[in-house]
């Protein structure tokens, strides 16, 4: 597999674009990471990669977006991500993922790109508005890399994103037009029930192959945002094959298959939890995570960006409570404990909608990432290797988790489970964190 990769890279790209991010990605975003443990061990904290939504906006609707995506265009201009970006680079920051809503309709992206040629940028997009022209000027730049969504077939692209019959064509036309250009082209799906059994396949991989995408990233669904479906979530079940199916396929296909979830040994993690990452809204707000939209401090702050991170009480606990209750996802699993964490931090809702509170109240509890007892460990020893380096839970989970915290309250197959027996529940319903059963 690995001889096939090096042959892809040697015909299939432009050598200047696989330099860049092999210095500018590769070099300096492992440096990024050697910093970001040297800060921990002084007791400071600084994320070494940051996901930034330039825009709310967005031409499509998807199901379980949590993006005020209709409401009046806000985005972070020009001057506010010079001085965002300039204040992380100096911190050895050299990696960014761009999120929007539609990052494509922020008319100054390309400049952004452009003013930051010593950073690399992962562009989260439904690769829409990427026009020949447009791939033409990020090949030019050499410094991104666009990560398009698809989330299913034909019709169920259109169901899963608002369509009206082209919403699957136009991506394709998207990703057509990064690989014409030999752009470093990504597609990512969030798996849920709609489009498991199609996207979740070898056929599908090697189809992505065929066209010239470089990596493919599968999220799995968060029930979150003011529509979360959650009827679309993935049981603890199917979690766990989507697990086996990107462990398989690294050690196997000549494409690289990112994830976010798991360390070299197949153990859960949280990315949030463990500092490696967090979030800045459209508005400025520095967030947990995406689907987290709760804040106290802002890039907006009168102090130093290192200081607002270092010095965040909200963001410290948030990590903490995240650590101590499970190795998933806290949100899928407890939402509960996340709206008592936001009310005791008086955390500000960072939605336009102003519903977050309602939201993450109204939630139930969903099965996540972390399945004890099925851990599925790395087979590819390049996967192995540089996550055991670069990707684990930097040991927040050995000094704050405990498994007697964890309340499990779906079991493997899906359906409930009482969550102080952790016995299945009599008769199958979904159960609301606090409610008495009916
Ligand atoms: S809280 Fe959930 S959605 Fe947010 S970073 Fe952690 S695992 Fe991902």
Redesign the pocket.
Known sequence: MYLKMAKRALLETDKRLVAKFMWLMGFKGLRSIMKHKARLKRGEIFPPFLYISVINSCNLRCQGCWVDVAAKQEKIDLDAMDNLLNQAKAMGNSFFGILGGEPFMHADLLEIFRRHPDAYFQVFTNGQFITDEVAKELRKLGNVTPLISIEGSEIVSDERRGGKGDVYSKSMEGIQNCVNNKLLTGVCTSLCQSNFDDLLQEAWVDRLIEMGVFYTWYHIY?VVGPEPNPQLALTPQQQYEARKFVVEMRAKKPIAIIDAYYDADGNAL????TGFTHHISPYGDIE??P??QFAKESIYDERPLKDVFNESKFLSDFRDL?AEHTRG????ERPDLLSDFAKKHDAKDTTVRNEAYQELDDLVSNP?QFNPGKEVPEKSWVYWLLKKYAFHDYGKYGKHFKLENWQPTIGPDGNALNPETKEPEQPLVQIKMGEEQA
């Open positions: 968060r949280c990315p949030a939890a947990p995570c689907v987290i995240a996802c806290i949100i899928l996540s």
